[in-house]
């Protein structure tokens, strides 16, 4: 019996081990695991993305102006700047149009444009605004007080500028 646990809990290590080695090897680096979220404050289907960082939401019939929160992305209008249309692609890779997305609020709703202020999550719980940011489409940016995952968001962004992804490397 002690042989045949011996040899599971080394099949479990050996599991284990592989499959950091294997998210290593597919880019994965600490600090950017999405952020654990017990729920979200809803759903919301996409109408349509905007730039990079804003995009159009519906929730309950309510079609809603969101910009993200805690990233900021270069932009795209009026102006083209380095990276905006590589941006605005990421999010519409992210959050296409039809798609239903999970959303949590911070602590201040909105901005001073009446836009919704937003953390977004996929279907498989993973923060878009993190991986906007952990791939290099966007820079962390603290806009007080909606601070939540401000740790996770500054970590993703200082590993995106030493790995040169994205703007960090373009521009």
Do not use: H, K
């Not at 999405?34 to 919301?44: C, H, I, M, S, W």
């Not at 609020?105 to 001073?112: E, I």
């Not at 940016?141 to 992804?165: C, G, I, K, M, S």
């Amino acid at each position: 019996m002690r042989q045949g646990t011996r040899r599971l809990s080394a099949a479990v290590l050996i599991i284990g081990l592989v499959s950091g080695v294997d998210g290593c090897l597919q880019g994965e680096t600490e600090g950017t695991a999405p952020p654990a979220l017990a729920q979200t404050d809803g759903t919301g289907t996409v109408v349509s993305v905007t730039d990079g960082d804003t995009l159009r939401l519906e929730v309950d019939g309510r079609e809603l102006r969101v910009r993200l929160i805690g990233i900021d992305t270069p932009e795209v209008y009026p102006e083209v700047e380095c990276f905006g249309p590589e941006a605005e692609a990421a999010l519409a890779d992210f959050a296409p149009p039809g798609s239903t997305l999970g959303f949590t609020y911070d602590r201040d709703p909105r901005d001073r444009f009446d836009r919704e202020l937003l953390y977004l999550f996929t279907a498989d719980g993973t923060s878009i605004n993190l991986e906007l940011v952990a791939q290099g489409f966007a820079r962390a940016v603290l806009f007080e007080p909606n601070d939540r995952y401000w740790d996770e968001l500054r970590a993703a962004e200082r590993a995106a500028q030493d790995a040169r992804l994205g703007l960090w490397g373009s521009c």
